[in-house]
T-cell receptor, first 111, second 114 residues
């Protein structure tokens, strides 16, 4: 089984809808991250969490919120989706002495 | 200006060629440098990691860092079709841990054709 899983893998939604992307990990890491990837822009950090009680905004947090339900689970929500949030979303995990391990990604389309 | 700029590509090379991928950065606080490889429809995976100026080799891959010029490179020797992927440079500052927040370049799409 994959160490970092993301659900759903693909999602099409409409402008104004609330959606949640979920991430689970079995690596036992304390740190979890949400990124979005757009062509020509690389990966940009949305939110990160260094432990269950520590959540921080990244470079592009406007329009997004997160919830760290447990050490292994970190969810990203779009409260009211808009078309420019169409992107590939990645969850990642790490501990202080390891690289970041990425999930397979969620392809989100907002119509 | 972005903190990390990566040559956008795309690059298309014949099998066996030497490939050079490059990034420049503006933030002097960056002390840790990584190259990630991302295959189509997959998440990025770490390829190389270094924290000092100079060269680091791993098989056909060499990571080069020049902190004085704020420039990093990844060289791929004897490139193979299986090297076709997007390559992303990433950097982290010296505050906190080396594996804290990462700042990524835009990515370069590489295609190695037989």
């Amino acid at each position: 089984d994959a160490d970092v899983t993301q659900t759903p893998r693909n999602r099409i939604t409409k402008t104004g809808k609330r959606i949640m992307l979920e991430c689970s990990q079995t690596k036992g890491h304390d740190r979890m991250y949400w990124y979005r990837q757009d062509p020509g822009l690389g990966l940009r950090l949305i939110y990160y969490s260094f432990d269950v009680k520590d959540i921080n905004k990244g470079e592009i947090s406007d329009g997004y919120s997160v919830s760290r339900q447990a050490q292994a689970k970190f969810s990203l929500s779009l409260e009211s989706a808009i078309p420019n949030q169409t992107a590939l979303y990645f969850c990642a995990t790490s501990d202080p002495l390891s690289e970041q391990f990425f999930g397979p990604g969620t392809r989100l389309t907002v119509l | 200006q972005k903190e990390v700029e990566q040559d956008p590509g795309p690059l298309s090379v014949p099998e066996g060629a030497i490939v050079s991928l490059n990034c420049t950065y503006s933030n002097s606080a960056f002390q840790y440098f990584m190259w990630y490889r991302q295959y189509s429809r997959k998440g990025p995976e770490l390829l190389m990691y270094t924290y000092s100026s100079g060269n680091k080799e791993d098989g056909r891959f060499t990571a080069q860092v020049d902190k004085s010029s704020k420039y990093i490179s990844l060289f791929i020797r004897d490139s193979q079709p299986s090297d076709s992927a997007t390559y992303l440079c990433a950097m982290s500052n010296a505050g906190g841990t080396s594996y804290g927040k990462l700042t990524f370049g835009q990515g370069t799409i590489l295609t190695v054709h037989p």
